[in-house]
């Protein structure tokens, strides 16, 4: 998992809650990537972002804000507008550039009950 | 518009024989292809890529994967199974003419039996 760091490991919601999912990573790297993994599904991409203060959609955006304050941070979160949000979710970063490797960080479990 | 396809949802290997895990792939421009490993409640763990270069990628654990531009697959190998290989891989792809993002496969469970 390197030095991505997710926090909580296991969330609860109740519908119609926000809740916020914390990411870290401590190895300099421009770009970080919100994943939602679902069973048989693989990963989709929710949030990227190649730079502080700018982030793109990805396929499944609907529901989920970010921000990128900083280099080193990259909370999700996780609206009420989000119909079925209990999945795994997965941060992930990279240098920046085309040919780079994403590293993954140990995700976060969220159930909403 | 890129695309990864994974077919077989499972592999069954017994211990120390080789193994396969297969991925085709669709992308704009030139390919650069990735392959990961999870273990259940885990992030994903990366194993090999191919960038340019020779087609035989050696990556982690004894894992290799060949590219071949003309079937666009990138498949992954090991000569001898563990059964500590037992996981969940993923293939994933970037083209050279798309954004930054990986397009992944939907995953394939290899079962490596004693």
């Known amino acids: 998992d390197g030095g991505i760091t997710q926090s909580p490991k296991y969330l609860f919601r109740k519908e119609g809650q926000n809740v916020t999912l914390s990411c870290e990573q401590n190895?300099?790297?421009?770009?970080m990537y919100w994943y939602r993994q679902d069973p048989g599904q693989g990963l989709r991409l929710i949030y990227y972002?190649?730079?502080?203060?700018?982030?793109q959609k990805g396929d499944i955006a609907e529901g989920y804000s970010v921000s990128r304050e900083k280099k080193e941070s990259f909370p999700l979160t996780v609206t009420s507008a989000q119909k079925n949000p209990t999945a795994f979710y997965l941060c992930?970063?990279?240098?920046?550039?085309?040919?780079?490797?994403?590293?993954f960080g140990p995700g976060t479990r969220l159930t909403v009950l | 518009a890129q695309s990864v396809a994974q077919p077989e949802d499972q592999v069954n290997v017994a211990e120390g024989n080789p193994l396969t895990v297969k991925c085709t792939y669709s992308?704009?421009?030139?390919?650069?292809l990735f392959w990961y490993v999870q273990y259940p409640n885990r992030g994903l763990q990366f194993l090999l890529k191919y960038i340019t270069g020779d087609n035989l990628v050696k990556g982690s654990y004894g894992f290799e994967a060949e590219f071949n531009k003309s079937q666009t697959s990138f498949h992954l190998k090991k000569p001898s199974a563990l059964v500590s290989d037992s996981a969940l891989y993923f293939c994933?792809?970037?083209?050279?003419?798309?954004?930054?993002?990986?397009?992944f496969g939907k995953g394939t469970s290899l079962l490596v039996t004693p």
């Open positions: 190895l300099n790297h421009d770009a």
């Open positions: 992930a970063s990279s240098i920046g550039r085309h040919t780079d490797t994403q590293y």
């Open positions: 972002s190649q730079i502080v203060n700018d982030f």
């Open positions: 994933a792809v970037r083209g050279s003419n798309s954004g930054y993002a990986l397009n």
């Open positions: 992308v704009s421009g030139n390919p650069y």
